[in-house]
Structure formats: C-alpha cells, structure tokens
DNA sequence: TGGTGCTACGTTGACGTTAACATTCTGCGT
DNA sequence: ACGCAGAATGTTAACGTCAACGTAGCACCA
C-alpha cells in the first residue's frame, strides 16, 4: 500500500473552468460541447472549441474516472509479454479494447510462486481499471488469491476455468488432429514433448496426446517435457534425437519445435525423412524454419478480441456472463515440410 | 472526444469514509494509515487495518489521481506490440517501471500515416498519463504532432532524436561491426537487406553500412528492401539468392534473415559455405536457426530501463533531462553458424 | 397580450482523497 | 493538581467533471 511518491505532481493543465471563462459560458456548457451532448447553439459551440484549442484543453481523466465510477482502462495480467503468444494476445487485446473506447494497462507478474499474483491482484487492483484479462496464469490456482468482488474478469490458458469466463484455443482437437496425421502417416507412434507441468495448456495438451495414442489402441510413451522456450526444446531435442526409436514427435508449441530442429541438425538427423516434428502455435518464423514447420495454428488475434468482448459484457452488464463460460477457438493444423512417413524400419 | 459510454458504471466499493465509520475514526486517519504516514498510533491503525480488510478496501485511484495531479502511469505508443523488438522492449518498460511503482498503459497506433499518430497522441493525452514512451515511431516526423506541454517524452529508434530524449542500440557500431566481419573473412563485398525505409533504425543500418563499405575503398552495391517481416525477406532472398555474385548479406534484422535462410534453403544455396548472412536483434531463436545466425545483438531489457529512468527523472524534476539527451547502449555481434569465407571464385 | 412549451444555458452538489490547518489528547515536569 | 509540549486525530476545502435540476429566453397560439 505504498504510495509515497513523493512530490510526484505534474503542474496542471488548463481545466473546464478556464476553457469556460475565456469562451464566456459556464463550465456545464464547455462540458456538453466536450462530450457531445446536444442542446448546444452552433455559435456557442464555435465558441467553446476555439477556446478549447487556444488552451489545449484536454478534458481530465482522472476527474472523469472519479465522476462517473469507471476508468475506461482494461488491466492485463500475465506473466512475461514478450513470448509469442502473450505478445500476439497482448496486441489483439489491445487492438479490440481500443475499438471500445478503452485503454490497456499492463502488469507483469514476477515471481512464480503465488504470492507473486497475488501481490499483481493486489497492485491492480490499486489501478484505475475497470476489469481484468488474465492471461496464462500458469502457476498458481483460483483460490490463492482474493479479487476485488464484483471486479469483472476474463481469462485465457489458465487454471481458471470454471471460475472466470475463459477463452482458449481448442487444444484438445488441435492435438488430436496433430497426432493422428502422424499416425495416419504410418508412424508406430507419437512421442511428446509437452510444457511446463504447471501450464494448464501444456496438462490439456499432453493428456489430449496421451488419449489420442490410447484410442489408437497405442500405449502411449512417457513424455518429455521443456519450459516452453527453444532453449529448453534443443537441450531436452538432444535426448530425443538420440534416440533412433523416435520416428514422429508432437511438440506443445513452436518454440520448443525450433529447439529440437535444430538438435536434430547438429546429429545430422533428417527431419522429416527420419524424424518427422509438429508444433503448436504457428508463430510467423515457423514457416521459414529448415524445414518449414507443420503446426497446429491457434488464432490469438482472435483470443484476444474474444477476451475482450466477455470482459466487457460483464462491464455493461453485470452477471451477463457466466462464470463458467467458455470461448473455445478452432484450430487448424498447418501441414508443412517437417512431417513425412516413418523411415522403414531397418 | 466522443464518451459517451452511456451505462459504464461499476458498482462503487466501499469509500475510505465507509472504513472510517468502521474503524470509528476520521477519513484522514484512514488516509494516513492507508499511505504509511507517521502520528497513528498502533492502537488504532490496527483497528483501521481491520476494517479495511472486512470491507476490502482500495484506494481509489481516479480520486488519488485528481488529487494529486498525478496518475502513477506511463504511456507506451508504438505501432505494434506484437513483433520481436516492441514485444522485448514493452516487457522491460513494465518491469522498470512496476519497479518504480509505476504502471504502464499500452495505446497502439493502427495506421501508418501521421493522422494515426496524432491521433494516438490525442488518445493518450486523454489517458490518464504521466508521461510518454515512444517507440519505433517510424511513419512521423516530430512536428506532425504536437504533444500537451510539459508532458514528459522519452523516444526510442524514432526520427525524434534531438526532439526529446533518446534511448537506442548503437546501430552505427553494431553494423560496422557486422560488415567489417564478414569482410576481414575475405568478402569482395556486403550486400544489404535494409528495413522499411521510413524507419529510423533501417536508415541508419543502411547508412552505416554504406559508410563502412565506403571506408574499406568499396563502392556499395544497391540495397535489396524489406518491411522486417520474416516473409518479406523471404520474397527478396529469392533475389538474393538468385544472383551468385552474391556472397554475404548483412540484413537489417532476424527475422528478415530467417527469410533469407529460407529462400537459399529452397535454392540449394548453402549457408554459409556459398552465402554468409549476418542478421541484427539476436532474438531467441537466432540460436536455433539453421544454421544458427550470426547477428548483432541489442539489448532490449536495458533500452527499456533507460526508457523509464530518463521518463521518470522528467516527471520528478521538469526540465532536468536535456531534449537532445541521448543514451546509445553497446551491441555485441554474436558469431554462430552463418558466417564463413566466400567460396573460391569459379 | 398572456400564457404554454420548448430550448439554451447556468447553478449546485457529489464522486473519493488528502494537504493544510485546527483541535484534542497524552504524558511529563513542577 | 496544573500547565505545557508534542503527538494523535479531526475538520475543511479543493482537485475537475458532469448529472440533475433550475431558470431565462424565445416562438407560437388563442
């Protein structure tokens, strides 16, 4: 709760009331011509706009905000917004609120480990914000922290499904479409290399992979896992690639895919002709990749518009929104030069 | 100037009056606990505590704002969020500045003309905004707009250098390093794939570049042009690669070099035995490229601190930053994969 | 000519907070 | 017990805006 800022204060610009004295009209009629509102003669209007660009009035948002109990402001919480897919996410909610007036605040989450989103609720909701995007809350749960009641909220790849409106790609068929192209293309079976366990899209991914195999009638393997960068992808893809019994793996998202490709050239693996690779995401380098990457795209410029929308909703309409709704986005498998037939078994 | 948001109205929380009347003191004692001032004595500022915690008491910051003259926020401006180098460079502001106690509201300019910054600005200034970052603001001039006076500014890779205080790569070093590599390796020459050309950072790439081959007695060849999308590099690395003169490319950034990758890929043009690439950024994935890419990196973590550090020493002491301030971080050129000799003439 | 109804504009007050000033309380010395 | 310094707490007013209500002015009709 600490806001010492000290002599924090920026000198003031011009207000309502100076626009009004110079154009010669009361501050509610400067107020009017600000907002719109009819009931202003044509020659008075003239009048106050002049004034208003003489000073530079710009109406103050902070009084607005105070006057009328609403900030016009979107918080967005996330862990990091530089990976892909929260910056991706990050851009389209920021694109959709703009197109409704609001703005975006940001607020990064440090520290794993719950206390971490709980001091970002906590720091938050001490901001001028109307409502809450939360967005890949990874590693914490629903009941770890207290949000402002009422507060509304929507979330995305998170934990907290059930609780919030939720908006997400369908991974479980973006999965299965995945793995059963590698089937059908006559591999034996899929190996995984799956996120964090903490990530409720890296769980959802690999428990739609190890279902797939298992309706397959294919006992599925054991699974690698990464952290979802490439660097995790190429130390865990070493392993992997060392292993000639690995004819197909599914990968949980590009990044990581990039890792193993590039583990597999250092053994002078051949993908796709001995190792066939699929990713998740299709982030804009996967098609420019050696070979171009075949993926599950998801859409995120469409998350984000979708995040936005059922944000607002409850902001217009409080309990419009069940808590339990869910936004699940299509996804559509991107077949490209990383997959191929299994090599023949020697 | 259009709000009217018409129903936009949260349901108020509880009012520091209302734990107040609970804690059976004044609002000013409340405000005095809630701000961590001194004279509460601890009697009481544990019964206020309390009563905060039933009511789930916050501050109101649109009313703190009003108050104080001042919103405990930053605006970044950029075009897109979502590319390598905005993504970095947004995250490091956020963490800088929640490390100032300072949040950060994101405003993204949709079109490329200068109406679309204006207007951005014009957006923003209606925010509740302490100060301004702005970054990558490739398609305007500084006079195009004109910002509320006093309104603290700090640019990055911008053409507002000399207009407000600056914070960027040392572009010209970074490339003279990457040119004067690849010819020490024996190259007759470097071509170039510059960035947009209304950019700031791809004109000073491309002139840097020009000066350097100039400085070595080489008359440069014409610059290829991209748009520092992956794809566009890949469209004129189809050129590149086309033409065996060709040896080494310094490109104007990695992603534009995946492209190019890509292209010599498809043409059986081998990296780097028959063609050197050297990109500029070193984002995550350079590593993993194959080959892995020889680049020049920047580091965008600490653009974004400075970022933040020359804003806010505007916003505490006005007019202690100099206009013309310039903060030009060090580039390193990171050596890996796509860099060789040229291959003996035929 | 006097009312009737409408439009243009003004006045008041409240949103929640806190600086500045005012008051009350506490403990201590005499 | 009394007075006094200093600490603890209360009161007032103002930050800028706008909804609600109030009033003045005008056109129109009987």
Do not use: C, K
């Amino acid at each position: 709760m600490v806001s010492n800022r000290g002599s924090r204060r920026r000198s003031r610009g011009p207000s309502i009331e100076d626009v009004a004295g110079l154009a010669g009209v009361s501050a509610q009629t400067v107020s009017r011509v600000a907002n719109e509102a009819g009931n202003v003669r044509p020659a008075t209007r003239e009048r106050v706009l002049r004034a208003m660009d003489r000073l530079g009035y710009t109406p103050n948002r902070a009084a607005r905000a105070l006057r009328n109990g609403a900030f016009g402001s979107i918080g967005l919480i996330a862990r990091t917004f530089a990976r892909t897919g929260e910056a991706l996410t990050t851009q389209s909610v920021v694109e959709a609120a703009e197109a409704e007036g609001y703005s975006v605040t940001l607020l990064a989450v440090r520290e794993p480990e719950a206390g971490g989103w709980r001091h970002a609720v906590q720091r938050l909701s001490h901001q001028a914000v109307d409502g809450l995007i939360i967005i890949r809350a990874e590693e914490t749960t629903p009941e770890s922290f207290l949000l402002p009641s009422g507060m509304p909220v929507s979330v995305s790849d998170s934990r907290f499904i059930g609780y919030y409106p939720d908006v997400g790609a369908d991974q479980v068929q973006g999965t299965r479409d995945a793995v059963e192209y590698l089937l059908g293309l006559g591999h034996a079976t899929v190996h995984h290399l799956a996120g964090p366990p903490d990530s409720e899209p890296a769980t959802t991914r690999a428990a739609s992979w190890h279902r797939t195999l298992e309706g397959a009638g294919i006992s599925p393997p054991p699974a690698w896992r990464g952290d979802w960068s490439a660097r995790s992808g190429h130390e865990v893809g070493r392993e992997i690639v060392a292993d000639d019994s690995v004819t197909a793996v599914y990968v949980a998202n590009d990044d990581m895919a990039f890792g193993l490709l590039r583990a597999a050239h250092e053994v002078g693996r051949r993908v796709p002709e001995e190792l066939s690779v699929v990713g998740f995401d299709d982030i804009e380098l996967s098609e420019f990749s050696e070979p171009p990457l075949t993926t599950v795209r998801q859409d995120f410029r469409r998350a984000g518009h979708e995040l936005v929308r059922l944000l607002l909703q409850q902001v217009t309409e409080p309990g419009s929104v069940g808590y339990d709704e869910r936004v699940l986005l299509p996804t559509t498998l991107v077949v490209r030069g990383s997959t191929a037939p299994p090599p023949p078994p020697r």
